[in-house]
T-cell receptor
Framework: EAGVTQFPSHSVIEKGQTVTLRCDPISGHDNLYWYRRVMGKEIKFLLHFVKESKQDESGMPNNRFLAERTGGTYSTLKVQPAELEDSGVYFC???????????FGQGTRLTVV | QKEVEQNSGPLSVPEGAIASLNCTYSDRVSQSFFWYRQYSGKSPELIMSIYSNGDKEDGRFTAQLNKASQYVSLLIRDSQPSDSATYLCAVNPDVGYSTLTFGKGTMLLVSP
């Protein structure tokens, strides 16, 4: 069974550009999460989908971030326009039940220069 | 603000020893507790979950939870060099809440 997959693994963009990250969760997992780790800090929650609905987006830093999960399958996270402080590793995770631990993808390392 | 605290380490143990990793959390109503292992440059890997007070064993790993003290630990018996990684403590902060609050992680180094 395939795990959580993320694309791309690395992205280097200039300040002001747009980047879209993609996550394919484990098949059958209704819950999909986005997390971010900036250098020197802990992994922090951004957003939670249940199927195609946003359950909780309290961790989204600002309106430059837009997450979608059309059809309840894969999800995208768009940053537009990117700022220097957006640099970090963006993790996607998925789970079956809401109280279960989530399974993480390998992450997308985003560098904004 | 809800927090999860871990000693950043590194915690150094010789091969074959018991490694003890500790974590405290601030939110008393936390319900679920998880340990993730993360190798450098890789994704966090779920290795243990615990939901009630006491011990839970899985192979060489034992998770211990004490909700009264707001403390959760992970013991690794017969530590191997391949156990060298960063261990992340994560807490599900509330009933009906499924998002995780992470600590910064403890780096474990197991020397041959």
């Amino acid at each position: 069974e395939a795990g959580v997959t993320q694309f791309p693994s690395h992205s280097v963009i200039e300040k002001g550009q747009t980047v879209t990250l993609r996550c394919d969760p484990i098949s059958g997992h209704d819950n999909l999460y986005w997390y971010r780790r900036v250098m020197g800090k802990e992994i922090k929650f951004l957003l939670h989908f249940v199927k195609e609905s946003k359950q909780d987006e309290s961790g989204m830093p600002n309106n430059r971030f837009l997450a979608e999960r059309t059809g309840g399958t894969y999800s995208t996270l768009k940053v537009q326009p990117a700022e220097l402080e957006d640099s970090g590793v963006y993790f996607c995770a998925s789970s079956q039940g809401q109280a279960n631990g989530a399974f993480f993808g390998q992450g997308t390392r985003l560098t904004v220069v | 603000q809800k927090e999860v605290e871990q000693n950043s380490g590194p915690l150094s143990v010789p091969e074959g020893a018991i490694a003890s990793l500790n974590c405290t959390y601030s939110d008393r109503v936390s319900q679920s507790f998880f340990w993730y292992r993360q190798y450098s440059g890789k994704s966090p890997e779920l290795i243990m979950s615990i939901y009630s007070n006491g011990d839970k064993e899985d192979g060489r790993f034992t998770a211990q939870l004490n909700k009264a003290s707001q403390y959760v630990s992970l013991l690794i018996r017969d530590s191997q060099p391949s156990d060298s990684a960063t261990y992340l403590c994560a807490v599900n902060p509330d009933v009906g809440y499924s998002t995780l609050t992470f600590g910064k992680g403890t780096m474990l180094l197991v020397s041959p």
